[in-house]
């Protein structure tokens, strides 16, 4: 069972931020606060949800809208007092236009600024013994720019970056932040991949790995450990010898 009985999560209309929702409405979450841009594929989520008695607030919105996203989550924690927000929505580039690379930008980084900073907010001014948890997903893509998608993997290590700070300097109020580092992951954005996707696995395997960490409050959620560890070598070889090695790499085809 969950120590996290109120749960916001944006980008839960497919991939992990859906899995999630699941995990924690089949495993004692009292309320869920969800959102995404599709309505039909968010209520699907919500329906789901409640099968298992948990009350589901579902929002159809855009991340990038700051004032939006804030007041959703101010008005999520006058509902229930949130434990546990989830910084999840993003989206991949695809080719490379300058369209999608401000659209990656946007949604990667900046949505993810618009729902985690009104969450620490609210975090420090409630004083009570409540668990408080942070997560944001980022990706094993994060660990060094990769010439396939480089937007991607720059706005992911973008926030690998900022939630690995916030985890140290908010842990004195204690509140926990874990940055979650995937690789592949069967979603709608995987779908669109003509890449090779090796060790790929179900949003729902990805989501217990995840929720496994969370619970155990840890900095740093990365898996599979095989594409962890391969990441992280790449990510200190001299730059010479790791720019020949993802010159190596297949691009990506643009359909």
Not at 61 to 74: A, M, S, Y
Request: aromatic content about 10%; some cysteine.
């Amino acid at each position: 069972m969950t120590i996290f009985k109120n749960i916001l999560i944006t980008g839960a209309s497919s991939g992990i931020g859906e899995a999630l929702a699941k995990y924690y409405a089949q495993n004692g979450a009292e309320t869920l606060f969800i959102c995404g841009r599709s309505a039909e594929r968010l209520k699907n989520t919500a329906d789901f949800c409640r099968q298992y008695k948990v009350k589901v607030f579902e929002k159809v919105l855009d991340v990038t809208d700051q004032k939006t996203v804030e007041n959703w989550i101010r008005e999520a924690e006058k509902t229930a007092p949130l434990h546990l927000v989830v910084a999840n929505a993003g989206v991949s580039t695809g080719t490379e236009t300058k369209e999608h690379i401000y659209n990656t930008f946007q949604t990667n980084i900046f949505g993810v600024l618009n729902t985690i900073t009104p969450a620490v907010e609210i975090f420090e001014n409630r004083k009570d013994e409540t668990p408080k948890s942070l997560a944001i997903t980022a990706s094993i893509a994060g660990y060094h720019g990769l010439p396939g998608c480089p937007s991607y993997s720059a706005t992911k290590a973008c926030v690998k970056a900022y939630g690995e700070a916030l985890s140290v300097k908010l842990k004195k109020e204690n509140i926990y932040v874990s940055v979650i580092c995937p690789g592949f992951v069967h979603s709608r954005i995987t779908d669109k991949n003509t890449c090779p996707m090796p060790f790929i696995m179900d949003a729902d395997k990805a989501a217990q790995i995840i929720a496994r960490g969370l619970e155990k409050h840890k900095g740093l959620i990365a898996f599979p450990f095989v594409m962890r560890f391969g990441a992280y070598f790449g990510s200190i070889l001299p730059s010479s010898i790791s720019r020949f090695f993802y010159g190596l790499l297949p691009e990506k085809v643009k359909l």
